[in-house]
């Protein structure tokens, strides 16, 4: 079992910045992957960010390419997400997740956070 906690999330203005944090505990030395998805009012959970916890390769949703960066710290178990240039169709509940196997889907997790409201004003 895997426990996910995220934090940092909050209330800020369009152009400004965020950084959310998410603590893994558990089987923290089986995980190989840790995410970022997200899920609008309304609308479907989608993927934001993902990093491999060995050589810590990433990858990013088009819509947050070059605005928001994932990052990984294996000794403390812990992902980041910093988050700038926020935009309102940035507001969201945002999810961390980590995953003990590599799927055939590249967005596949086994394990998911409770999530960190994070809200963009115009």
């Known amino acids: 079992q895997v426990q996910l906690v995220e934090s940092g999330g909050g209330l800020v203005q369009a152009g400004g910045s965020l950084r959310l944090s998410c603590a893994a505990s558990g089987r923290t030395f089986s995980i190989v992957k840790m995410g970022w998805f997200r899920q609008a009012p309304g609308k479907e959970r989608e993927f934001v960010a993902k990093?491999?916890?060995?050589?810590?390769?990433?990858d990013y949703a088009d819509s947050v390419k070059g605005r928001f960066t994932v990052s990984r710290d294996n000794a403390k178990n812990t992902v980041s997400l910093q988050m700038n240039s926020l935009k309102p169709e940035d507001t969201a509940v945002y999810y961390c997740a980590a995953a003990l196997v590599f799927y055939s889907d590249p967005n596949a997790m086994d394990y998911w956070g409770k999530g960190t409201l994070v809200t963009v004003s115009s």
């Open positions: 990093v491999r916890t060995s050589g810590g390769s990433t």
